[in-house]
């Protein structure tokens, strides 16, 4: 049978991306990549550029009008200076960094990216991606660039030029002229379009991508076309060809509890609550953590196991979820589709007794092998609540916190 195991999406930090676009060929800004201040002053010192664009790299959007703790305001800056590269970096390296999109507190800042600072004369939005319509590669561009490409295709849908890509054949010459056409670029600049057309197209296929999405990919006074920023998704499914890149994967700015999850493949998210979800698929996952707030109660996290579960991940389940101080409670919601709930049973009572658990457990169990799962639960002897269904399985998790 065909095991499914839900996997966490590769996180690249910027650098990382623009060297993989680099190393294929694409023209992208000269950089640097530094992990002290000194470093930093050494690679804007090695750039003789005009003008050095300094980055923070967390993985987070939003850098510009970020906070450090430091003191400094924003994330990404220009200067002229070498000198004032290694100032900023002496307050960004080492200290947090707050946007949007981070944590309260912000992400410790490791890295810095030192580039060469372009200016840019015309904005265009390219990206190749997978397309379950057309069973294959699709080409998607635009001349308006460097805003949200969403809105262009709301307020200017004929500014949204799309080219399917027969994946057997390849990209054709054609195909990349006619977009860099579509894109707006004239003279000279077309057929350079057209080539970084080209091997953005040869990156995509090389690194097992579903997505590369170029925005801006535009062009500079001085006559060249330039990839400024880039987002790359990859197929999780290609890891096993894809070593090194997915050796890359940045897991810093994840929660320790979840790099320990992702270790015996189980998916987890930390919430505030008190009430532990331990479940099997992401969907589950949701309605358990909503029909605790319904009843009442607070989830604590959100745990799937996902579908090629073994006695020893539901064990290791177990060890996280007891770890956190926050936990009062814990509510197992399997439903047997691929999953053996006999399995999930034994894997609950071998953990209870291991780990000598002190909070109360409701476990709901339904599905394949459920019966017999539920006599290896009964005859445990163990204080384990089984519950009829779901609701009932809520109910009870939030009384016995409320009896505490």
Known sequence: ????????????????????????????????VADSANDALEAAQRLKAKEIVLKAQI?????????????????????????????????????????????????????????????????????????????????????????????????????????????????KDRQALQMAKNLGFKGPLQQQAADQIKKLYNLFLKIDATQVEVNPFGETPEGQVVCFDAKINFDDNAEFRQKEIFAMDDKSENEPIENEAAKYDLKYIGLDGNIA????????????????????????????????????????????????????????NIFGGIVNCAIIANGITKACRELELKVPLVVRLEGTNVHEAQRILNESGLPIMSASDLEDAAKKAVASVAKK
């Open 59 to 171: 993985l987070a959007g939003g850098r510009g009008k970020g906070i450090f703790n430091s003191g400094l305001k924003g994330g990404v800056h220009l200067t002229k200076d070498p000198k004032i590269v290694e100032q900023l970096a002496k307050q960004m390296i080492g200290y947090n960094l707050s946007t949007k999109q981070t944590p309260k507190d912000g992400v410790t800042v490791k890295k810095v990216m030192v580039a060469e600072a372009l200016n840019i004369s015309r904005e265009t939005y390219f990206a190749i991606l997978m397309d379950r319509a057309c069973n294959g590669p699709v080409m998607v561009g635009s001349p308006q660039g460097g805003i949200d490409i969403e809105e262009v295709a709301v307020t200017s849908p004929e500014l949204i030029f799309k080219e399917e890509i027969d994946i057997l054949e390849g990209i």
């Open 277 to 332: 979800c331990f479940v099997n698929g992401a969907g589950l996952a949701m309605a358990t953590c909503d029909i605790i707030s319904l009843n009442g109660g607070r989830p604590a996290n959100f745990l799937d196991l996902g579908g090629g579960v073994k006695e020893a991940q539901v064990y290791q389940a177990f060890k996280l979820l007891t770890a956190d101080p926050k936990v009062e409670a814990i509510l197992v």
């Open 1 to 32: 049978a065909v095991q499914l195991t839900p996997r966490r999406w590769l996180n690249l930090q910027e650098y990382q991306s623009k060297k993989l676009m680099a190393d294929h060929g694409v023209t992208v800004q000269r950089f640097f």
